[in-house]
Structure formats: structure tokens, C-alpha cells
């Protein structure tokens, strides 16, 4: 195999991931749609009779890439994690949390099972159906508090409610990801308590480990502040974890390096070590990942019935979390428009859902047709929620006379 075969998919990879990032940006879209629209775009050379770009070699090399760089996003988004959020708003953002994972979880297992095979199913079709609710536990809320900072709303309850609920929600996630995937990997229902157990072995691991590197980074940091060893040591720290992860403890490995970021964005650099891990990352590894999703989408299996599930999924997704985290809300004392404000912050969804996605297909849990439609569900939300949650401040503000201050230096 010739290796050199995978440099010039890779070089158009970059350029139109980078070209489609820039227009999304300007329509206020997030970029990673952008980057999957130029794998979509790119994979329609493959229809192309002869073509020899996206050979066998090129598709194993970009595949390869894209396993690092899933690895890089979740490492990153552990650091740039701010734990200190959530202690401020501490019991309202958990009851948040949770009910926003239950919600979506069980709104998302109930569509899956009314269209595959109902609810009296083998324990392998229980796990799928189950898979399809955990991918709809993520969340993503950066178009969140973009909207929240252009109207001056981020620093009140509400936006930093939402803010910590998503750290937490991102946590939880990762869990129901690693459980499932756990799960299905140990072929027996008696092994449930076994696949717990490496779980919770696995995450005390972590945190003890987690501290130890996070005790002499620091102490690195402190004698050789900006230096480039300290991002270098943070990567060793994260393969590390990414590695054990599935080989020791049969967890997922974006659970360890999403647990090495987390435990790492305590140090004094983080913001340094964050930039440059994005430096890397965006610059190969990332366009790697979200074009090689978009490469590979599957439409071969979309039929009417799984059009019909398609669409009933994303309305899931979208609802489960509006009346989850909504009903967290009032729960928690919250008015009834501040509730829903949660719910709408919520609602979006981003490059979470998508590696929650991608695992899923890659252990043969969820139906690789369904990966166009969390790409709509991601369009959706990220159109939807910046319009509905200005909507609801405007007609505050036209009952006050006066429109919400906007914070012009949040402005992209």
C-alpha cells in the first residue's frame, strides 16, 4: 500500500472543511457543520466510476485520523471545562442535569423501540434502542451562551444554570456512553454488575491518577510557565488515559481522555495548553473526524419507515430536553419563563452528540442511517434556539419598555 495516496484526500479535506467553516461561521452556524458538509460534498467523488482519490488506503488512513481526533475533542472539551461553574449554582443545575438526561433518554428509547421491533425484544435490541436515547443525552450550549452574552443575560440565573447543567450533562453523558458500550461488549446480562464495577474501578483510577498529574503539571507549569513541554504532557496524559481506558477497563476511549481533560483543567495553563490542543487538533485531526463522518454517511437504508423514525427522533431530541430540563427549572423555583429559557438553552446539540453518534456505529449498536438526521437535529437546534430564547427576552423587554442591554464585546 502506497501511503502517500492519502495526502491529496487529505488536502482537499482541509481546504473545503476550512472554506465551509468560514460560511458557517458567517451565518452564525456551528462551524463542525461546516466541516461535515465538506465530507459530504467530498464523498460524492466516491460515485464517481474509477475514482482512485478515496481508495481503500485513503478511507484506513482517514479513518485512522479520525480516531485521533476524537480523542483530541474530547480531551478538549474536558479542559476547557470550568468545575467551579457548577458549584455555583450547585442543586438547581443537578436537578437541571438529570432530568435533562432522563427525558431525552427515555423519549429517545421510546422512538427507537416503536420502530424497531416494539419494547419485546432480544436484550442486543433493548441496548440499541437504549443507545439511540443516550445519544440524545448530550448537549452543547456554546450557541447558547453566544445568544446569552449578546443579550447581556449569561451572567444571570438562567445563564449560569445552564452553563454548569451542561458541564454536568456532558459528565453524565459520557457515563451512559461508556455503560452502553460496556454492555454490549460483555454479551451476558449477569455480567451487568461486572461491567459497573470496571466502570466505577475505572473512574476512581482516573481520579486518583488524575490528581497525581495534575499535582506535578503544576508544578511544571510554575518553574516553566507557556512552555511547549507542558501541552506536550497534557497529550501524553490523555493517550494514557484514552489507552487504558479501553484496554484495562473496557470503557470507551473518549471516556479517559474526556476524564483527562477534566482532570486537567485545574492547572494554571489551562487556557495555554487548551489553545495550543485546539492548534493541533483543528488543524488536521478534527477536519479528519467530521469529514470522515460526512465520507461515510449512509443513505442506502433510508426508507419511508426510517424517515418516519428519522424525524420522530429529532423531535425527541429537541423536546426531551425542553421539558426536562424546563420541568428542572420549576423544580427549582424558577418562574415559568425562566424555565422554559433553560429549556430552549438546552436544547442544542453539537460535536457531542455526534462522537456519541459515531461510537455507536462503530460498535454496531444504532443504524449508520441515522447520522444524517443528527446532523439536522444539530441544524435545528442551532438555528432554533438563538431565535426562540431572543424571542422570549424581547417580549420582556417590550413589557419594560426598553430592550436588554447587549454586551458588545461577546459579539463574534
Known amino acids: 500500500m502506497e501511503y502517500y495516496e492519502i495526502l491529496l484526500p487529505l488536502a482537499l479535506i482541509l481546504l473545503l472543511s476550512k472554506l465551509m467553516s468560514i460560511l458557517f461561521k458567517k451565518l452564525g452556524l456551528p ?4 466541516m461535515l458538509l465538506a465530507g459530504i460534498l467530498l464523498g460524492l467523488i466516491k460515485l464517481i466510476p474509477g475514482q482512485t482519490v478515496f481508495n481503500s488506503t485513503a478511507m484506513e488512513g482517514l479513518s485512522f485520523l479520525a480516531k485521533i481526533g476524537v480523542v483530541f475533542i474530547m480531551f478538549s472539551a474536558g479542559i476547557e471545562t470550568d468545575l467551579k461553574q457548577f458549584r455555583q449554582t ?7 442535569t438529570v432530568l435533562g438526561v432522563v427525558f431525552p433518554l427515555l423519549f429517545g428509547f421510546l422512538v427507537a423501540s416503536a420502530f424497531n421491533g416494539g419494547f419485546n425484544v432480544d436484550r442486543s435490541r433493548i441496548l440499541s434502542n437504549l443507545f439511540y436515547g443516550t445519544i440524545l443525552a448530550a448537549t452543547s450550549v456554546s450557541v447558547t451562551v453566544t445568544a446569552l452574552k449578546e443579550l447581556g443575560k449569561l451572567n444571570t440565573r438562567v445563564g449560569t444554570s445552564i452553563v454548569s447543567a451542561a458541564i454536568l450533562d456532558d459528565i453524565i453523558g459520557i457515563v451512559l456512553l461508556s455503560l452502553m458500550v460496556s454492555l454490549d461488549r460483555s454479551g451476558r446480562a449477569s455480567d451487568v454488575a461486572v461491567v459497573i464495577v470496571k466502570l466505577i474501578g475505572f473512574f476512581a483510577m482516573a481520579l486518583s491518577a488524575g490528581y497525581v498529574a495534575q499535582f506535578i503539571l503544576q508544578r511544571i507549569d510554575m518553574r516553566y510557565p507557556h512552555t511547549r513541554r ?3 504532557l497534557c497529550v501524553v496524559v490523555c493517550f494514557l488515559f484514552a489507552y487504558v481506558a479501553e484496554k484495562c477497563f473496557g ?5 479517559g481522555a474526556y476524564l483527562a481533560g477534566l482532570m486537567l483543567s485545574g492547572i494554571g495553563d489551562r487556557a495555554y495548553v487548551d489553545k495550543r490542543i485546539e492548534v493541533s487538533s483543528y488543524l488536521i485531526f478534527a477536519p479528519a473526524f467530521f469529514a ?40 427549582s423555583k424558577f418562574g415559568f419563563k425562566d424555565s422554559l429559557r433553560v429549556g430552549i438553552g438546552m436544547m442544542v446539540r453539537a460535536e457531542v452528540v455526534l462522537v456519541c453518534t459515531q461510537k455507536g456505529i ?7 442511517s441515522i447520522m444524517p438526521f443528527v446532523l439536522l437535529l444539530i441544524v435545528v437546534t442551532s438555528l432554533l434556539t438563538p431565535l426562540l430564547l431572543k424571542a422570549t427576552y424581547k417580549r420582556d423587554a417590550s413589557a419594560g419598555g426598553q430592550l ?3 454586551d458588545k464585546r461577546a459579539t463574534v
Not at 90 to 96: K, P, R
Not at 294 to 322: C, E, S, T
Open 362 to 368: 462503530d460498535y454496531n449498536m444504532v443504524d449508520p
Open 230 to 232: 507542558i501541552p506536550i
Open 90 to 96: 450547585g442543586v438547581a443545575s443537578a436537578i437541571i
Open 251 to 255: 470503557v470507551a476511549d473518549i471516556t
Open 404 to 406: 436588554p442591554p447587549v
Open 31 to 34: 462551524q463542525v457543520v461546516g
Open 292 to 331: 470522515n463522518i460526512g465520507i461515510n454517511l449512509n443513505f442506502g437504508h433510508i426508507n419511508p419507515q426510517f424517515i418516519g423514525f428519522g424525524f420522530a427522533f429529532v423531535a425527541a431530541g429537541m423536546l426531551g430536553k425542553v421539558i426536562g430540563c424546563g420541568l428542572g427549572g420549576l423544580i
